[in-house]
């Protein structure tokens, strides 16, 4: 069975148009998502909206975390609009209720077996949801990633993508698919294949544009998040 790996979608409804019908092409059947479905930008209802109709996982990123707080937080809410921009603050005016609550429910990690594949899915690491694995993590540290028992380990948050083959244990960051922070602009995913145990990188061309914009207009006073999608 193809999986398709992907997470930090952050609101970036055009980028994960892409990687869907990219996936879709690809013949992928299931979505294994690593948290980040909202978050800096501006779309979460057509992020939701886009994914109703696929099978697969997901498990809660920070992002999700801080909506657990924010939604009953206003000042707390406050804070994150000045950091992180709006996005947290429109997914809470957007989604109803059992939305909100279905994103903060979600369990991390989550462990999987899909065609005798045994994987796990987290957002940060196994162990904590805000532990960032970098592609150039300690050797150390990635070991504490590999859990044996696991074949794949997915992972997000970092928005870099990586694959670490750690003793039996394949490792496996995707990338962001609505803020890659790698100096690579488009839509990052992952395909797996559960057969072979093969995984590649893919990377898809979007209208960046589009977003770049609505960032530089809704938060002229935090270019990052119209910068970070153009930077090479």
Same mark, same amino acid.
């Given at each position: 069975?193809?999986?398709?790996?992907?997470?930090?979608?952050?609101?970036?409804?055009?980028?994960?148009?892409?990687?869907?019908?990219?996936?879709?092409?690809?013949?992928?059947? /299931?979505?294994?998502? =690593?948290?980040?479905?909202?978050?800096?930008?501006?779309? %979460?209802?057509?992020?939701?909206?886009?994914?109703?109709?696929?099978?697969?996982?997901?498990?809660?990123?920070?992002?999700?975390?801080?909506?657990?707080?924010?939604?009953?937080?206003?000042?707390?809410?406050?804070?994150?609009? /000045?950091?992180?921009?709006?996005?947290?603050?429109?997914?809470?005016?957007?989604?109803?209720?059992?939305?909100?609550?279905?994103?903060?429910? @979600?369990?991390?990690?989550?462990?999987?077996?899909?065609?005798?594949? /045994?994987?796990?899915?987290?957002?940060?690491?196994?162990?904590?949801?805000?532990?960032?694995?970098?592609?150039?993590?300690?050797?150390?540290?990635?070991?504490?990633?590999?859990?044996?028992?696991?074949?794949?380990?997915?992972? *997000?948050? =970092?928005?870099?993508?990586?694959?670490? @083959?750690?003793?039996?244990?394949?490792?496996?960051?995707?990338?962001?698919? *609505?803020?890659?922070?790698?100096? /690579? %602009?488009?839509?990052?995913?992952?395909?797996?294949? =559960?057969?072979?145990?093969?995984? =590649?990188?893919?990377?898809?061309?979007?209208?960046?544009?589009?977003?770049?914009?609505?960032?530089?207009?809704?938060?002229?006073?935090?270019?990052?998040?119209?910068?970070?999608?153009?930077?090479?």
């Amino acid at each position: 069975m193809k999986l398709g790996l992907l997470g930090d979608i952050h609101g970036n409804y055009l980028a994960l148009q892409a990687v869907l019908a990219a996936a879709s092409s690809s013949d992928v059947e /299931k979505l294994l998502i =690593t948290g980040d479905l909202i978050g800096y930008y501006y779309a %979460p209802l057509q992020v939701l909206e886009l994914l109703q109709t696929w099978d697969g996982y997901m498990v809660r990123g920070n992002h999700e975390e801080m909506l657990t707080l924010a939604r009953s937080d206003p000042a707390f809410l406050a804070l994150v609009d /000045k950091r992180y921009g709006s996005g947290l603050r429109i997914a809470i005016e957007q989604l109803d209720t059992q939305q909100i609550d279905d994103l903060c429910n @979600m369990p991390h990690p989550l462990e999987l077996t899909i065609d005798g594949c /045994k994987i796990l899915l987290c957002h940060g690491a196994p162990w904590d949801i805000n532990r960032y694995i970098y592609p150039d993590a300690q050797l150390a540290l990635l070991h504490k990633c590999a859990k044996q028992e696991f074949d794949l380990v997915v992972l *997000g948050h =970092t928005h870099y993508p990586m694959q670490q @083959m750690i003793g039996k244990t394949l490792i496996v960051n995707p990338g962001s698919v *609505g803020q890659p922070r790698n100096r /690579k %602009p488009g839509a990052q995913w992952a395909l797996f294949d =559960t057969e072979s145990r093969e995984v =590649t990188l893919h990377r898809e061309a979007y209208k960046t544009q589009f977003v770049v914009d609505e960032s530089r207009y809704r938060h002229p006073d935090i270019p990052y998040l119209a910068e970070v999608l153009e930077r090479t």
